[in-house]
């Protein structure tokens, strides 16, 4: 099977919202279900629009949070052996975009350690690349991510997180798969506390033009369970003249 054959495979309609078993690529429409075992980290960060505009496909728009500022934001995990697929993961949503009434955010790069998550992320529209990751989900402390072609992505600092309180974090993600804009909900439990991160990026790095930095805003949890990839549908397709839907 082709790589373009490989994405187009979908579920059927009696399997669509349902968990992807173990071990296996999940289809488009089954739902990822990551069981993190050391650490998640979640940042926040406010980006200008007009670096992050040429990440985002024309036809989004791209909401403002602050005049000329949209939110990016950053996850950090590790998905262990109870999960559907094994790997380490760095996901950054570059902006929070606006497809007809519906805003959420929209990821721009995501950076994993398995062929096999590349292949199940790119049938939800969803950019992934291999990288290698130096990390040992501990806090404090330090995770460094690399393409695999050995160009630097990022290098992510935190500190230990404060009061932690178990809650059930969820939200909506748009994608673009063709043509067509996505939408799914992923969420994940655990004991959440805030933290302190930075995500620095060299100038040769995929992420540099976003300049993200000190976040505004970060949490980290301990053990995690979720859902990915939940309620996934399409709600429209990109004009061809690149006009917001």
Same mark, same amino acid.
């Given at each position: 099977m082709g790589v373009a054959e490989e994405l187009l495979v979908v579920t059927t309609r009696e399997?669509?919202?349902?968990?992807?078993?173990?071990?296996?690529?999940?289809?488009?429409?089954?739902?990822?279900?990551?069981?993190?075992?050391?650490?998640?980290?979640?940042?926040?960060?406010?980006?200008?629009?007009?670096?992050?505009?040429?990440?985002?496909?024309?036809?989004?728009? $791209?909401?403002?949070?602050?005049?000329?500022?949209?939110?990016?934001?950053?996850?950090l995990s590790y998905y262990g052996p109870e999960s559907t697929l094994e790997y380490h993961e760095l996901v950054v949503a570059g902006a929070l975009v606006r497809a007809g009434r519906r805003i959420a955010p929209f990821v721009t790069q995501i950076y994993v350690d398995s062929e096999r998550s590349v292949t199940g992320g790119r049938r939800m529209g969803l950019p992934k690349e291999l990288a290698t990751f130096e990390w040992n989900g501990r806090a404090p402390g330090t995770a460094r991510v690399t393409r695999a072609d050995g160009v630097p992505v990022a290098t $992510?600092?935190?500190?230990?997180? +404060?009061?932690?309180?178990?809650?059930?974090?969820?939200?909506?993600?748009?994608?673009? $798969? +063709?043509?067509? $804009?996505w939408r799914f909900t992923s969420a994940m439990r655990g004991a959440w506390g805030l933290t302190r991160a930075?995500?620095?990026?060299?100038?040769?790095?995929?992420?540099?033009?976003?300049?993200?930095?000190?976040?505004?805003?970060?949490?980290?949890? +301990?053990?995690?369970?979720?859902?990915? +990839?939940?309620?996934?549908?399409a709600i429209g397709a990109l004009a061809s003249d690149g006009r917001v839907p």
């Open positions: 399997d669509w919202g349902k968990p992807a078993r173990r071990g296996t690529i999940p289809r488009l429409g089954e739902v990822w279900e990551p069981v993190g075992p050391t650490m998640t980290l979640l940042t926040a960060h406010l980006v200008r629009v007009q670096d992050v505009a040429p990440f985002v496909p024309a036809g989004l728009a $791209i909401q403002s949070v602050l005049p000329g500022y949209t939110v990016a934001s950053t996850l $992510i600092d935190y500190a230990r997180r +404060g009061l932690a309180v178990t809650l059930h974090l969820s939200g909506p993600t748009i994608s673009v $798969i +063709g043509r067509e $804009i930075t995500v620095s990026s060299p100038p040769d790095s995929p992420l540099a033009p976003l300049r993200l930095g000190r976040a505004l805003v970060a949490v980290s949890c +301990g053990a995690m369970r979720g859902r990915m +990839g939940d309620n996934m549908r």
